[in-house]
Nanobody, 124 residues
Framework: QVHMVESGGGLVQAGGSLRLSCAPS????????MGWFRQAPGKGREFVAA????????YYADSVKGRFTISRGNAKNTVALQMNSLKPEDTAVYLC?????????????????WGQGTQVTVSS
């Protein structure tokens, strides 16, 4: 069964940085857009960032714009999320997913294959 595998989470102090990575298990998704979402305890899953298949177009939630950068690897099959100037409110499980062509980049409904997520905790 195809799924996404996330890595790179951890505990960091406010103002610090983390780099998350995501790759599909079992298939190549180099010609699909990919996205990152996050889910904090007791809250719904929210959009963080997305990148198109080539890496040439990116999309961000207002809450992370200017602090987070999404990018694709050289082989286009992986996607990274560089997170700088982290804040305690960024604490969440971060999940990546494959975008469904024609869907809404900013909505969970626009994605199909998901990973289990990686925990990011930002201490104040």
């Amino acid at each position: 069964q195809v799924h996404m595998v996330e890595s790179g989470g951890g505990l960091v102090q406010a103002g610090g940085s983390l780099r998350l990575s995501c790759a599909p298990s079992g298939r190549t998704f180099s010609d699909y857009a990919m996205g990152w979402f996050r889910q904090a305890p007791g809250k719904g899953r929210e959009f963080v960032a997305a990148v198109n298949w080539s890496g040439g177009s990116t999309y961000y939630a207002d809450s992370v714009k200017g602090r987070f950068t999404i990018s694709r690897g050289n082989a286009k099959n992986t996607v990274a999320l560089q997170m700088n100037s982290l804040k305690p409110e960024d604490t969440a499980v971060y999940l990546c997913a494959r975008y469904i062509r024609g869907g809404d980049y900013y909505s969970m409904a626009g994605y199909d294959y998901w990973g289990q997520g990686t925990q990011v905790t930002v201490s104040s």
